[in-house]
């Protein structure tokens, strides 16, 4: 007998998450759908770059990994999977892919490519602030590396019902990813503004893999998480009328409960009761989130309205170096000694008359993420590790950041050790709005 709910498991929440729950997922969950939600906002920029180096490259560099621990489970089990690994290069992934399943055994497995989103060559940026600043697009010339447009579920539910068993997409909207295998399975249209509201609610709570399900949430002694070290990652029971229960597997660790259920829900959500998607404004506000048993929580009330006309894009650019420098001081006197230390570096930058645009100096362990005055009625530790880091458009005023630092092995304050320096390029995101018009995503259908 046919069950009138669709399984959805979300195996990863970025790119670098572990492997193995997902592989668990695979394997014992019972899926109809895994979604490997792997596409952080630097990470496509990173990946944009990679493929300027080359042009075969510029997806997720995790992907055949995850693939070849997985593809052949998920055929076995019938489960459809889905992810936006493809990144900046969404078609050398499904190439990727498809040879991938070939070494596998798995030969005539399908696979869906979602293009489109790489909106480029397409915007002017005489047209565009960015969002965050104001700062006019075109004040960055040359600097923009990427610019990637967050597509909503359509393309992917079209991939879905020509047959895809793999569907991988570059920049789509996180929920977007699981709402596609709601609308898939339920047959929801693009403008049941209700159904889409709910489903981007569910999919919202999946987004993050292992967040919602324990993931973190530990505080030991105000909150616990049994079992960490085997985390589990969410599954979603949802219905035809976008209700869900949140649950993971029960031999797994981590914990789902009302409580990390609602932690999820509010994570980067400015008004809740209009949480702006390229499917469907969503409105958070009337859910109603009950415990069902051990570990499954049950969502519902979530709703929707229209979609807007925009769709965000967001916008890799290069911003300067940032030059830093680290060393620790230890016993009595140690802060002291650390600050003195921080000091003798920015008057020693200061009189070099480099051309730095921000400086930070931080004591790791002592003020680094509380500041100073908070750190002040705190009692002295027995160690802290100065950070000296400056940020400057000049990559060799960036090296002598570190190089000063490490003078302070010999000309600085008594005691220092364990000194390190770096400069590293900065990749900086913001974010514009584009006419919806502007963007036509793809669809090719690729096979093993």
């Not at 030991?220 to 597997?249: H, M, Q, Y």
Request: proline share 6%; charged share 25%; hydrophobic share 40%.
């Amino acid at each position: 007998m046919a069950k009138d709910f669709v399984t959805i498991g979300e195996g990863a929440g970025y790119s670098g998450a572990w492997l193995e729950p997902a592989v668990a997922l695979a394997k014992s969950g019972a899926l109809d759908y895994l979604s490997l939600e792997c596409l952080a906002e630097r990470t496509i920029a990173l990946c944009q770059l990679s493929r300027r180096n080359d042009p075969h490259g510029g997806y997720d560099p995790n992907l055949k990994r995850r693939l070849a621990a997985m593809l052949g489970t998920c055929r076995q089990n019938g489960t459809k999977l889905i992810t936006n690994m493809g990144a900046a290069n969404p078609m050398a992934a499904g190439q990727l892919a498809a040879g991938v399943a070939r070494d596998l055994g798995l030969a005539g497995t399908r696979i869906g490519v979602i293009s489109g989103d790489d909106v480029l060559s397409t915007i002017n940026p005489a047209e565009h602030c960015l969002i965050e600043n104001g700062r006019p697009l075109s004040s960055l010339k040359d600097k923009i590396v990427s610019a990637n447009a967050y597509l909503g579920a359509q393309p992917l539910v079209e991939a879905l019902a020509a047959g895809a068993e793999v569907v991988i997409s570059g920049r789509v909207a996180d929920p977007s990813l699981h709402l596609a295998a709601m609308r898939h399975r339920f047959g929801w249209a693009e403008d049941d503004w209700e159904a889409l509201g709910a489903g981007i609610a569910v999919g919202h709570l999946l987004e993050c893999g292992p967040q919602v399900s324990g993931g973190y949430f530990a505080d030991p002694g105000f909150k616990n998480t049994p079992a960490p070290e085997r985390i589990g990652c969410p599954i979603a029971e949802v219905w035809p009328d976008g209700s869900a229960i949140i649950t993971k597997l029960p031999e797994s660790g981590g914990l789902v409960s009302r409580a990390t259920c609602i932690e999820q829900l509010l994570y980067e959500v400015h008004d809740p009761a209009r949480y702006i998607t390229p499917d469907v404004v969503a409105d958070f506000s009337r859910i109603e989130m009950k415990e069902d048993g051990p570990n499954r929580v049950r969502v519902s009330g979530a709703s929707g309205r229209p979609a807007t006309d925009q769709l965000k894009v967001s916008v890799g650019y290069l911003d300067g170096y940032i030059g830093e420098g680290q060393i620790s001081y230890a016993g009595e006197g140690c802060v002291k000694r650390a600050r003195l230390a921080g000091e003798t570096i920015r008057r020693r930058l200061a009189a070099a008359g480099l051309p730095l645009q921000e400086v930070k100096i931080e004591l790791i362990g002592f003020d680094a993420l509380m500041g100073r005055r908070l750190s002040a009625s705190r009692p002295e530790p027995a160690e802290v590790r100065l950070r000296f880091a400056a940020r400057t458009e000049d990559r060799e005023a960036a090296e002598a950041v570190g190089r000063e630092v490490e003078g302070l092995w010999i000309a600085g304050p008594y005691g220092g050790g364990g000194a390190t320096r770096y400069v590293r390029e900065v990749l900086a995101i913001g974010s514009i709005l584009i006419p919806k018009s502007l963007v036509r995503p793809t669809v090719e259908m690729l096979e093993a």
